[in-house]
């Protein structure tokens, strides 16, 4: 049998009916409508439904590169990494992922419940929703998913086998060059709003913020404390009031555990300073900024509480009985996360994947206001990285953020 051919609105109803998969909808190909996905940069999504009976899935195929950018080729075998963090998470978070219904290795396809009644943090958070239990579910799931792969937990011998297998050398490739590298000297890949240029003058110059995200690349190249998500961002979530979902970890390997916890962070602190151009009314930008702040601390205070439950049942108590040693564990990640979190908001305002929080602000001028705001505070995190002791100085440097242009 050949390799699969990219999927489009017709053959992918028909590979699932010829993958015995009917039954999950109901009825057959004539019943079922399917439409493209286009919100994600990598792989070909489809949502399929049987209007009359009610039901839909998620189909995602990966192909040999990323669907919007051709010229970035990627390994299929990512989507059999996605599979695995979805099983792991299921096993130790099952509420904050998708329930998969089927994967073919071969064909680089997965199939899986249709979060319909969610929506993307991303594009919600930009209109001001609040999901008053995001901060408890994210929380958990990356204390949950952290520890139970990380040596705290895991024997040494399975750790380091399912570390060498989730390699993934390909798409860490790709992180390293477009979060570590690029942003800060000149590159093609590089764009960003024209009034920022002095800014970005002013980032390329200076060579004490290059010093620290390049010790950041280091830890992220070099630590295998977990599997991580790798690309934890607000476009990775979806929620609603009630559930909240972590999709589209095919970035996954084993890497810094703060890496997982700054991606989220600082995605928060991007829609804070976003939000400087999506309400002009003061003291609605006020209060819905006031929340996010309040969200960011609850979601590493929650963190905090489960990990360190996790560690006192769990974990391998013979070799890591120090109560001291707990403590610096979770400053340091703490630390990693402010400094990870900066890395990630510089990426998305002057690296190649920018985010809608910004791009959807039409007017250029209020764009790169609200952008100069994101890139003070990713300055103010990444010049104090290393001091911080608690959650709420993370939050005081978002506020204490300014406006540059």
Not at 139 to 162: C, H, Q, V
Not at 224 to 233: F, K, M, V
């Amino acid at each position: 049998m050949g390799e699969l051919a990219a999927l489009n609105e017709t053959t992918v109803k028909d590979y699932l009916a010829q993958k015995g998969l009917a039954g999950l909808l109901g009825g057959g190909p004539g019943d079922w409508a399917a439409e493209p996905i286009t919100d994600g940069n990598v792989n070909l999504l489809f949502r399929v439904k049987n209007p009359a009976a009610g039901r839909s899935l998620i189909v995602k195929q990966a192909l040999g590169y990323a669907w919007r950018y051709p010229d970035f080729k990627m390994p299929k075998d990512r989507l059999a990494i996605e599979h695995e963090v979805l099983r792991v998470a299921g096993e130790f978070a099952p509420e904050q992922v998708p329930e998969v219904y089927f994967f073919s290795p071969e064909d680089a396809v997965l199939v899986m419940e249709d979060l319909n009644r969610h929506r993307e943090m991303r594009a919600a958070l930009r209109e001001g929703v609040r999901f008053p239990r995001a901060a408890e579910h994210l929380g958990r799931y990356m204390a949950r998913t952290l520890f139970y792969t990380s040596d705290l937990y895991l024997p040494s011998g399975e750790k380091k086998e399912r570390a060498a297998r989730l390699v993934n050398p390909v798409l860490r490739k790709v992180q390293e060059d477009l979060v570590f590298t690029q942003p800060f000297a000149r590159h093609p890949n590089n764009r960003y709003s024209k009034p920022l240029e002095p800014l970005v003058r002013e980032i390329y110059a200076d060579d004490a913020l290059r010093a620290e995200v390049l010790e950041l690349k280091e830890r992220y190249m070099t630590q295998a404390q977990a599997l991580i998500h790798n690309d934890l961002h607000t476009g990775s979530i979806l929620a609603n009031a009630e559930e909240t979902k972590v999709v589209d970890p095919e970035f996954a390997f084993f890497g810094p555990m703060g890496h997982d916890l700054g991606t989220y962070l600082g995605n928060l602190a991007l829609a804070y300073a976003a939000y400087e151009a999506h309400a002009p009314d003061e003291e609605e930008k006020r209060a819905f900024r006031d929340w996010i702040l309040e969200s960011l601390t609850e979601t590493w205070r929650v963190f905090e509480r489960e990990f360190l439950a996790a560690w006192e049942r769990d974990a391998q108590h013979a070799e890591w009985a120090s109560d001291r040693y707990r403590e610096r564990y979770l400053k340091r990640l703490l630390q990693d996360a402010a400094g990870f979190g900066a890395a990630e908001m510089f990426r998305r305002l002057i690296g190649m994947a920018h985010v809608s929080d910004f791009w959807s602000i039409e007017d250029e001028a209020e764009r790169a206001a609200a952008e100069s705001l994101g890139l003070d505070i990713a300055r103010a995190w990444i010049s104090s990285w290393r001091a911080l002791e608690r959650p709420e100085e993370l939050a005081a440097l978002v506020r204490a953020g300014r406006v540059l242009l």
